[in-house]
C-alpha cells in the first residue's frame, strides 16, 4: 500500500521560513516525477513546485525564487524549502507523485499525502 506523509508544517510569521518534508512506503520515488501543491481555504488546489525524475524543477510564478523543491531517492523523501513566507502563502500543503499527463493539472498525480498546514501570521 503506498502512502506519503507531510511534514513540517506549522505556524510562522512573515518572512520566515519552513521545510516540508515528504517521506513515501510502498513505492520508489526513483524514476518518478513528483510535485507540491498547495490548497487555500476557498481556493483550488494549485501546483507549488514539481520535479521530474532526473531533477529538473518548475515552479509557481507566485513563489518562485522563495521555495526550493528537491528529493533525495536514497531516502525517498522529497522536499519543500519555503523561505520569506508571506500570508498568501497559508495554505494545506500536500505531496504527490505523477501519474502520467501534463504535470500541472492535480488529476494527473496517482498518489497524494494527507497535507500539512502552513500558516502564515504575525
Known amino acids: 500500500q503506498v502512502r506519503l506523509v507531510e511534514s513540517g508544517g506549522g505556524l510562522v510569521q512573515p518572512g520566515g521560513s519552513l521545510r516540508l518534508s515528504c517521506a513515501a512506503s510502498?513505492?520508489?520515488?526513483?524514476?518518478?516525477?513528483m510535485g507540491w501543491y498547495r490548497q487555500a481555504p476557498g481556493k483550488q488546489r494549485e501546483l507549488v513546485a514539481r520535479?521530474?525524475?532526473?531533477?529538473?524543477?518548475n515552479y509557481a510564478d507566485s513563489v518562485k525564487g522563495r521555495f526550493t523543491i528537491s528529493r533525495d531517492n536514497a531516502k525517498n523523501a522529497m522536499y519543500l524549502q519555503m523561505n520569506n513566507l508571506k500570508p498568501e502563502d497559508t495554505a494545506v500543503y500536500y505531496c504527490?507523485?505523477?501519474?502520467?499527463?501534463?504535470?500541472?493539472?492535480?488529476?494527473?498525480?496517482?498518489?497524494w499525502g494527507q497535507g500539512t498546514q502552513v500558516t502564515v501570521s504575525s
Open positions: 520535479i521530474s525524475s532526473v531533477g529538473g524543477t
Open positions: 510502498g513505492i520508489s520515488f526513483s524514476g518518478r516525477a
Open positions: 504527490a507523485i505523477h501519474g502520467s499527463g501534463s504535470y500541472y493539472s492535480p488529476i494527473n498525480y496517482k498518489y
